[in-house]
């Protein structure tokens, strides 16, 4: 990598971020972060800002160099899918010029139905492109058995985030901004003036009904509840309006027998809502689903609202981000990992696979220890969490292979088709492997992703090279900070193997109970305090965190600092103990995982966040985890201004 480059990622620890005019035992977070906080602002073209939307700035710009070197000169499959994907997002004259053309076949299509008979052919040929209504589908890993890819049939066909902004008295103002937005690309597209009102309400009315038989999403999180095996037969049959069979006939997956369907009870509603809608109201709720789900791809004018209602309405961004983001977002979605190979050849470096791998074998012995101390979970069940994380893959930089793009069809003037081709070259794949063996080495995240997973169904972690960057890692900064970092993300992401979902699958892979009951319980105990504690703070006046949703990820938050500091002190053991910047390796520990979380969002967003994001707030996330931990009190007695030190919190935590 460029020195310049490497100069603009930020450091995992930054004195000058603090605001040590804060106690730290009064509020840790503005200990840390106090001083950045009051530095930055939200610019007009984001919703938040913050250590993963900076490093995703500066990772896009990297993202940026390729995209422009394959638009230059460079040749190979990967390149060219990269080249005709972004020119034709980026032209906009051809856009333009064709506004609603290409999604006009699609449209006329739907207005042809006339029968309730006929709907299922229509759903599967929008499904073939990229448009989904009434429910989702998807192929993954069978849970109950890894070694096969399964159907899956799921809650969706809503506009907007979640159940609650059809539902609850406190969105009424959004709903009336989105029923402004429909009649606008009604009228944009049909010039459907004074009918353009009546179909907004039509497709209002048909996706309340639809968010009303949806489950919350708390209680999207258990994979048992979310699991049942129908054969395709029995589905039909219960569902009768949906004509499953059928559906898969005309998307290519002909000869599967079963589907794991994930919450029977929405279908059952949705059978019934399908059933008392008239032919009309579908068919209106249908081309709503195409406008939308495609509005990005489409003219200037429907970019524009559709900005106007989810960037601005939704989430408060004042400003559309600059058109190459724009584009580099489409290449992403469409042609990801063609992407992501160029990035890794790029700017992913051996050292720093090794080390990340070093650093996460660490954390690997250091939950193995803790796993031996544990005083709620019986002998027989550590055996088995000790079998499984053994046995657990931890993926780091790339994957062992990336896709071979040859047979994708693309061309730098025709942005809808490319987006059709990519999605099939992608969906066609998935439905030619229901009931074929998984591919154990296929990621699920692309390689230039500033993020990181647990999949159960594998049994595996993946760290890809986007988040190989400061200030999650820096193979030459000091050991604190990056324990602190990437370690306390690797800790994380490991302690999902074991939380209430993750421990519901077995070292392979599987869904199975391999707890004893005793320890179940004991588990479920500590996670309910781990649930009321968070449960109990605002998010905004009048709003709580709520403790449901959110409790698998704040146990791993919880788990995975624990986790890294122990994997920290044991190497500080080893090694040559040094203060930097008057700090201490446990006070830098700290420090630089609060200010991992440093950042901001925009009330709007927050207020979103709260119903459907399953991650508690940063300024949560950089504060509880650490006030808690039972080291925190005497690694900064000593820079405490207060008479009397006391612990901010008891030691709440599973691990």
Not at 61 to 72: E, F, N, P, T
Not at 165 to 194: N, P, Q
Not at 531 to 547: A, F, M, Q, T, W
Request: aromatic share 10%; proline share 3%; with cysteine.
């Amino acid at each position: 990598m460029e020195m310049a480059r490497k100069d603009r990622f930020e450091k995992g620890f930054l004195a000058k971020s603090m605001d040590i005019s804060v106690d730290p035992f009064d509020n840790f977070y503005q200990y840390a972060c106090g001083s950045w906080l009051k530095r930055h602002n939200i610019p007009k073209d984001k919703p938040l800002i913050g250590s993963f939307q900076k490093l995703s700035d500066l990772t896009d710009s990297l993202l940026r160099d390729i995209v422009y070197d394959s638009v230059g000169h460079r040749t190979g499959t990967n390149c060219r899918v990269v080249r005709d994907l972004y020119l034709s997002f980026m032209d906009y004259r051809t856009r333009n010029a064709l506004g609603f053309a290409p999604v006009a076949n699609m449209l006329n299509d739907i207005e042809a139905l006339n029968s309730k008979e006929q709907l299922i052919g229509h759903l599967a040929a929008m499904e073939l492109r990229g448009v989904s209504a009434f429910f989702e589908i998807e192929v993954s890993e069978d849970a109950k058995d890894s070694s096969v890819y399964a159907l899956y049939a799921w809650q969706g066909g809503i506009s907007l985030p979640d159940r609650d902004y059809y539902l609850a008295e406190r969105f009424a103002r959004i709903r009336k901004r989105y029923l402004r937005y429909i009649r606008t690309v009604f009228d944009l597209y049909g010039g459907l003036v004074g009918r353009a009102g009546d179909f907004s309400n039509t497709v209002l009315a048909v996706e309340k009904g639809i968010a009303a038989a949806s489950r919350p999403n708390s209680e999207l999180i258990d994979p048992v509840k979310n699991y049942h095996l129908m054969k395709i037969s029995a589905f039909d049959r219960r569902y009768r309006n949906i004509r499953f069979k059928d559906f898969c006939r005309n998307i290519g997956a002909k000869d599967i027998r079963n589907v794991v369907v994930g919450q029977p009870d929405f279908f059952d509603s949705i059978d019934r809502l399908i059933a008392k809608s008239s032919v009309s109201d579908i068919k209106i709720y249908l081309q709503w689903r195409v406008l939308n789900s495609l509005s990005m791809l489409l003219g200037k004018n429907s970019e524009d609202r559709a900005f106007d209602f989810y960037g601005t309405a939704l989430i408060g961004t004042k400003k559309m981000r600059p058109r190459w983001k724009r584009a580099l977002s489409f290449v992403k979605s469409a042609g990801g990992e063609a992407l992501g190979e160029l990035y890794a050849r790029r700017y992913l470096t051996k050292r720093e696979t090794a080390k990340a791998k070093l650093l996460a074998e660490d954390i690997r012995l250091s939950l193995i220890g803790r796993i031996k101390e544990l005083d709620w979970m019986g002998g027989k069940t550590k055996a088995k969490a000790l079998e499984k994380l053994m046995v657990m893959k931890v993926k780091v930089g790339k994957p062992k292979k990336f896709r071979n793009y040859g047979s994708l069809i693309t061309d730098k003037k025709t942005l809808m088709e490319n987006w059709i081709n990519a999605y099939r070259f992608d969906f066609d794949r998935d439905m030619a492997r229901i009931g074929k063996k998984v591919d154990e080495d296929e990621w699920e995240m692309d390689v230039h992703a500033v993020n990181a997973m647990y999949n159960p169904a594998k049994n595996s972690i993946i760290i890809p090279a986007g988040i190989l960057k400061p200030p999650f890692f820096d193979a030459a900064a000091d050991d604190a900070v990056n324990y602190a970092c990437i370690g306390s993300v690797i800790g994380h992401e490991i302690t999902h193997g074991f939380d209430s979902s993750g421990s519901k699958f077995d070292k392979d892979g599987n869904m199975v109970e391999w707890w004893g009951a005793k320890d179940r319980a004991k588990f479920e105990k500590k996670c309910g305090e781990v649930e009321r504690l968070y449960g109990s703070i605002d998010v905004l006046p009048g709003i709580k965190l709520n403790g449901k949703l959110t409790v698998l990820e704040n146990v791993a938050d919880l788990g995975g600092l624990k986790i890294a500091y122990d994997a920290l002190e044991k190497n500080v053991e080893r090694s040559r103990r040094k203060s930097i910047a008057g700090f201490t390796p446990e006070q830098r520990f700290f420090i630089s995982n609060a200010q991992l979380w440093k950042g901001k969002k925009r009330i709007e967003l927050k207020k979103m966040y709260a119903l459907v994001d399953t991650h508690s707030p940063e300024d949560v996330r950089g504060l509880v985890p650490i006030v808690t931990h039972p080291a925190f009190k005497n690694a900064f007695a000593g820079l405490s201004r207060l008479d009397k030190i006391k612990q901010p919190h008891k030691e709440i935590s599973v691990w």
